[in-house]
Every structure is written in structure tokens, then in C-alpha cells.
């Protein structure tokens, strides 16, 4: 299962994580899998294209875990973070057995 975990203080995302395999399908036949990841870089390629704000980024390249953390306040990463989560949870709610995001306040 694909686990999402959304950080957030005072409803402003801070971090986000994302980790696991869906198996929903084969390796390049997972449409969960390639869902979940076609939503978290094109919203990360978003952010560095359209403002300045460099997050920091954990990405293990065989797949299987993403980290993007905030450490500045931009109202545009905000906005493109908070897509990410609506895109991701649209995907939960059709594939409920294959990936579970979660969202937490954090001081």
C-alpha cells in the first residue's frame, strides 16, 4: 500500500511523505502506483517552475519514497501542496485498498 502522510501548522502543508508500492498491478502496469507518482512530481516540478521556493527533497530513485518539506512560507507552494493532497485523496477514494493519505497538525 501507497502511504501519504501531509504535515501541516496552522493549515499550511509543511511536509509531505509518501511511501510504499500499491500493488495494484505488475511493476509498470501499476496504475495506483503511477497515479500517486505523476501527481507528487508534477506538483514538486510545479513548485521549482513556478516560484522560487527550493523545498527539501528525499527521493529514493528505485521508487517507493518520496519527502518534500517546506521550510519557508510561499501562499503559491501552499496552493500547488494543497493540490497534491486533493489529487492524491481523489485517487484514495477510488482505490481505498491501495493507498491511504493522512493528514496531521504539527507545532
Known amino acids: ?11 499550511v502543508v509543511k511536509s509531505i511523505e509518501m511511501s ?3 500493488d495494484y498491478g505488475e511493476h509498470g502496469q501499476d496504475i495506483v502506483c ?3 507518482s505523476s501527481v507528487v512530481f508534477g506538483n514538486t ?12 527533497l528525499d527521493i529514493n530513485n528505485d521508487g517507493g519514497y518520496f519527502f518534500l518539506e517546506v521550510k519557508e ?3 503559491s507552494v501552499d496552493l500547488i ?3 497534491m493532497i486533493i489529487s ?3 485517487i484514495e477514494q477510488s482505490y481505498k485498498d491501495y ?7 504539527v507545532d
Not at 500500500?1 to 493549515?11: I, N, P, R, S
Not at 516540478?45 to 527539501?56: G, H, K, R, S
Not at 493507498?99 to 497538525?105: D, L, Q
Open 1 to 11: 500500500m501507497v502511504h501519504v502522510e501531509a504535515k501541516l501548522k496552522d493549515d
Open 20 to 22: 510504499g508500492h500499491a
Open 34 to 36: 503511477a497515479g500517486a
Open 45 to 56: 516540478n510545479a513548485i521549482f517552475q513556478l516560484t522560487d521556493v527550493e523545498p527539501v
Open 73 to 75: 512560507y510561499d501562499q
Open 81 to 83: 501542496l494543497k493540490t
Open 88 to 90: 492524491l485523496e481523489t
Open 99 to 105: 493507498i491511504k493519505v493522512t493528514k496531521s497538525e
